[in-house]
C-alpha cells in the first residue's frame, strides 16, 4: 500500500485524472456485466396487452413468463435482440379473459408486421385444480387463422404425432354455451372431457339435466369419438359453495 501511495503522489494531476477515468469505465463495464448476467432474462413485449387487461385482474409474473417464453419462441425463426420488437399486437377480436373468483384465464392471438409472425398466447393462475393442460405457452396459431402465408412456424407442442383420442380434441374444447362450459383434463386415464352446468336461483327442478343433455347434443355435433373418454359432470350454483 506504501508503494502504490509514493507511485500516486508522483503523478501529475493530468495523469490521475486519466487513472480515474480509466477506474470508472472497469467499475461501469462490469456493473453491465453484471446486470446481464444476473438482471432479467431476454423477452420480447406484447404492446398493446395493457389497453386489454386495463381494469381487469392481471399477473405480473405470468406477463414476464410469457415475453420470456415469446422471445424464445419468435428466435425459433429468426433471431431478435431482447425487447427489439415493438410491433407483437394482440389481433382485434380474439382476448378473452375468464375471471372466476378463484380462478383467472387469458387467451387471445397476436402478430408482428415486421416479422411476419403470429402466434396463440395463454397464461393462467389461481386454483391450480382448474388449471388447463399447455396454457402458458406460446404456440403456432391454427390454419385458419394464420394471415403471414410465408411464416413456417415450428410448434413446440408438435413433436410427435398425437394420440388419437387427442386429434382432433382442441379443435373443439374448450366450449362455452349460455349453460353449461365443457373443457378437457388430458391428465387423466381415459381423458377427460368435464361437462360444467350453471345454475340459476330462477332454474326450475330438473333442469339440471336439460342444460346436460344439451352439452351431450352439442358433443354429438362434433368428430370426437366420445366412447373414448371419461364424461364428467358438474354443477355451479351461486348459493351453495362447491357445489358439484
Known sequence: MEKIR?????????????????????????????????????????ANLSEYTAGRPTNEDEVRKIEENLFT???????????????????????????????????????????????????????????????GMIVCVKPNQVIYEDFSCKDPLVSAPLPAER????????????????????????????????LNDSDAAGVEDTYYQEALSWLGTTKLDLSQYMLVKRVLHPNIPNYK
Open 73 to 135: 419462441m419468435a428466435n425459433k425463426h429468426k433471431r431478435v435482440r431482447s425487447n427489439g420488437v415493438k410491433d407483437f399486437l394482440i389481433r382485434e377480436g380474439t382476448f378473452e379473459q375468464r375471471d372466476d373468483d378463484d380462478y383467472h384465464l387469458v387467451k387471445f392471438l397476436i402478430d408482428s408486421e415486421s416479422l411476419q409472425q403470429s402466434y396463440a398466447v395463454s397464461y393462467q393462475w389461481g386454483n391450480r385444480d382448474k388449471f388447463e393442460q399447455y396454457v
Open 6 to 46: 509514493n507511485i500516486w503522489a508522483n503523478l501529475t494531476l493530468n495523469q490521475r485524472l486519466a487513472g480515474l477515468g480509466i477506474v470508472t469505465c472497469l467499475i461501469a463495464a462490469t456493473v453491465l456485466l453484471l446486470a446481464h448476467a444476473f438482471g432479467r432474462p431476454d423477452y420480447l413485449r406484447i
Open 167 to 198: 386429434a382432433n380434441l382442441d379443435d373443439y374444447i374448450p366450449y362455452s354455451a349460455e349453460h353449461f362450459e365443457i373443457r378437457s383434463d388430458i391428465r387423466t386415464s381415459p381423458i377427460s372431457i368435464i361437462i360444467t352446468v350453471s
